[in-house]
Every structure is written in structure tokens, then in C-alpha cells.
């Protein structure tokens, strides 16, 4: 029997195999709207007796109906709100007839959670603990670096006194210098941090692709869902733990660009220098 071919599409970054049921969207009919005419005043009638029937006279011939104006000449006042006018929709044009094809297969559905497995992944936990510690020291050294601003900060205030213009110019001049140096090197530094877990996560990625397609292939399943789209399941159709256990058994870990490596150097950007002591 022909399967389909499972479809990747994981969580996050991270796509799993699934077969994408797109719902055709639901065309609400238009309502058109009109504004009625102003209505006729109620005829009264008298209090008085009513007279003797006489032969009623000859009715004069009826005069034409006055044809209301255009809605594109506005007959409105200045200020009031346009006349609301209908579009007529064209109409819907002629379908031609599509060639018959071979009708899918019959659905053998499995369930994965992929946030399961990627606890479980020990190249997925190395990602992070390698990431955060670079994370972690960014942070460090950005908040040395401020410190170290206002310090800087502090001794020009306290010497002001003692320095020419000119010298306080020139101070303050080099500080500003170092602030806007410092900022453009924290953020290439974190710009290469986010690069390298994103390299790192495309190959636990195209690994996991494969894995899940094995798993379900052994299985006979040729639909695969997020375990967190269904409702109601039996452990029959759940991979999780199979296909994170083949995952560590292909990846046991994955290669991490290095600290400081940028894999896409940005346009104008010199390499990246070391904290400032």
C-alpha cells in the first residue's frame, strides 16, 4: 500500500513530521443595506359625521413617480454621514472539471510530544546548558562594563574642578566613545550567541525529521500529530518515548559553533575584541 509522505512540522523551532489538514475558509454572505424613504404621515381622520355617500368624482390620472438621486451626488449637508450604498458581487465564474486521481490512503494516526522529547534529548540538553553559560557570561561582563561607566563617571564629576574645558571635553568625549564601542560589541556578541543556537538547533532538528519518520514507519503510520492537538488518545498511538530513545540512540550530542564564532559576520562589523578590564 502507497503512504503519503509524512510532512515535517515541529513545535517552535523545532518541526515535526504531520500531514496539514488546511479547512477551506467560510465565505459569509453579504447583507445589503439600504436607507429607507421617509415614511408617510398617518392619515387622520375626522371626528366630524361622515356626509352622504356621493358618486366619487373622476380620479385625475396618476402623476409620475420622482426618481431618488444618485448615491454618487451626495444631497447631504456638510458634515452629515454619506449615503451607505450595495456593491453587486460578480458573479462566480465557471469551474472547469478536474481530472479524477487515486484517493489517499486510509489514516494510521500516531501521537508525539515534542517538548517530551526534547527533554529527553541529551544533544538538546547540551544545547542549553552550553547556550546559557554563554548567555549567562554576556550578562556578566555587560553589567562589569557599567559599572565601570559610572566609576568613570563619578571621577570626572569629582575632577571637574581641577580640569581646564578643554580637558572635560575631551573626557567626556572618550567616555561617550567607549559607551557606544561597548553597546555595539554586547549586541555582535549576542547576536553570535543566538546564531550558534540556532545552528545547533537545525541539526538536532534534521535528525529528529528523520527519526520520527523511522519510528512512524516502523509503526505503519502515516499521520503523526501533536500530542498536545488531540483530546483523547490510547497509548497505542503515542511515539514519545520510542522516538526519544532512537533520538539519543542516532544524536547523543551535537557540534556547537564555538564561543565568539560568528557564522554570518555582520555588514561593517570588526572582529569581536574582548571585555574591557
Known sequence: MHRL???PALSQRLLFLGMIAVAAPHVAAAQDFFVPGAPRPAQTQSSSPRPTPRPAPPRPQSQPQQVAPSPAISTAPPGAAA?????QLPPIPELPALPR???PPAAVVGVMGVPEVMRAST???AVDRVIGERRQKLQEDFQKEQNAWHDLQQALTSQRGTMSPEQIRNKERELQERITNAQQNFRERSRVIQEAAQASAGQIERVLVAVIRQVADSHGMNLVLHREQVALNISDFDITE???AQLNKIM???DIPADGVALTPASGSAP???PRK
Open 242 to 244: 520510542q522516538v526519544a
Open 272 to 274: 569581536l575584541p574582548g
Open 252 to 254: 547523543p550530542s551535537v
Open 123 to 125: 544533544a538538546a540538553q
Open 83 to 87: 449615503p451607505t450604498t450595495s456593491m
Open 5 to 7: 509522505p509524512l510532512v
Open 101 to 103: 486521481v487515486t484517493a
